[in-house]
C-alpha cells in the first residue's frame, strides 16, 4: 500500500472558521492531488501540487487554497468553512513511472455545521 | 464538469455471475482507468487502459476501450461477494495525471 496518512480523518466544525487538512505521503511522489466525494457528484478535482510550491486550480477550488512546502506534505485549506464544503476529502498520489495511476488516501470527512 | 459517466448506476448479482459495467465519456483521453471503492474507504485502482489499447485483462477483470464510440467496460468474471463496492472510471486527458472521475456504480454480490 502506498504511504499516504491523511489528517484528521473525521472533523466537525461550525460554519465560519478555519479548517485544515493534511495529506502526508512517504513516497516522494512528485504530484500529490486534493479531490471531494459527494452524492451524486463521484469526485471532484479541487487542487493539485505537480511539486513543492507547485500548486494549481482543479475543477471545484473556490472556497479552498493549498500548500506544498515539502514534498511529503500537501495541506488544503478551507479558509472560512461553509455547509456547502461538507464533504468527503480525499488525498491522491501520483505513482512513479509516468503511469499515470493515483493511489489514494483513507479519506477525511468533514462536516460543518 | 463530469467526464466518464457510468452505467448502470447500481447492479446486483449473484456470486458466481459476471458483472458488466460500463462508462462513457466526451473528450480525447489518454488512457481510462477503473477504481474501486469500499464502503468508507479509499479508492483503490483496479486497472489503465491505454487510448491505444483496445482490450487489456488483469485476473478476473477484463476492460475494453472503443474511442471511436469514447467507451468503456469493465467486467468482472466469476463475481465473489467480497467484489461488493463502488466502482470508478477515471479519465486521463491531458498533462499531471490529473484524473475526471465518473459518479460511480455501486455493485452488490449476492453470496
Known amino acids: 500500500d502506498a504511504g499516504i496518512t491523511q489528517s484528521p480523518r473525521h472533523k466537525v466544525t461550525e460554519t465560519g472558521t478555519p479548517v485544515t487538512l493534511r495529506c502526508h505521503q512517504t513516497?516522494?511522489?512528485?504530484?500529490m492531488y486534493w479531490y471531494r466525494q459527494d452524492p451524486g457528484h463521484g469526485l471532484r478535482l479541487i487542487h493539485y501540487?505537480?511539486?513543492?510550491?507547485?500548486?494549481d486550480k482543479g475543477e471545484v477550488s473556490d472556497g479552498y487554497s493549498v500548500s506544498r512546502s515539502k514534498t511529503e506534505d500537501f495541506l488544503l485549506t478551507l479558509e472560512s468553512a461553509t455547509s456547502s464544503q461538507t464533504s468527503v476529502y480525499f488525498c491522491?498520489?501520483?505513482?512513479?513511472?509516468?503511469?499515470?495511476?493515483?493511489?489514494f488516501g483513507e479519506g477525511s470527512r468533514l462536516t460543518v455545521l | 464538469s463530469q467526464q466518464g459517466e457510468e452505467d448502470p448506476q447500481a447492479l446486483s448479482i449473484q456470486e458466481g455471475e459476471n458483472a458488466t459495467m460500463n462508462c462513457s465519456y466526451k473528450?480525447?483521453?489518454?488512457?481510462l482507468q477503473w477504481y474501486r471503492q469500499n464502503s468508507g474507504r479509499g479508492l483503490v485502482h483496479l486497472i489503465l487502459?491505454?487510448?491505444?489499447?483496445r482490450e487489456k485483462h488483469s485476473g478476473r477483470l477484463r476492460v475494453t476501450l472503443d474511442t471511436s464510440k469514447k467507451s468503456s467496460s469493465l467486467l468482472i468474471t466469476a463475481s465473489r461477494a467480497a467484489d461488493t463496492a463502488s466502482y470508478f472510471c477515471?479519465?486521463?486527458?491531458?498533462?499531471?495525471?490529473?484524473?475526471?472521475f465518473g459518479k460511480g456504480i455501486t455493485l452488490s454480490v449476492r453470496p
Open positions: 477515471a479519465t486521463d486527458a491531458g498533462a499531471n495525471s490529473k484524473l475526471t
Open positions: 473528450t480525447s483521453i489518454n488512457n
Open positions: 501540487s505537480y511539486g513543492v510550491k507547485d500548486t
Open positions: 487502459i491505454r487510448s491505444n489499447e
Open positions: 513516497e516522494n511522489h512528485r504530484y
Open positions: 491522491a498520489i501520483a505513482g512513479s513511472g509516468g503511469t499515470g495511476e493515483l493511489f
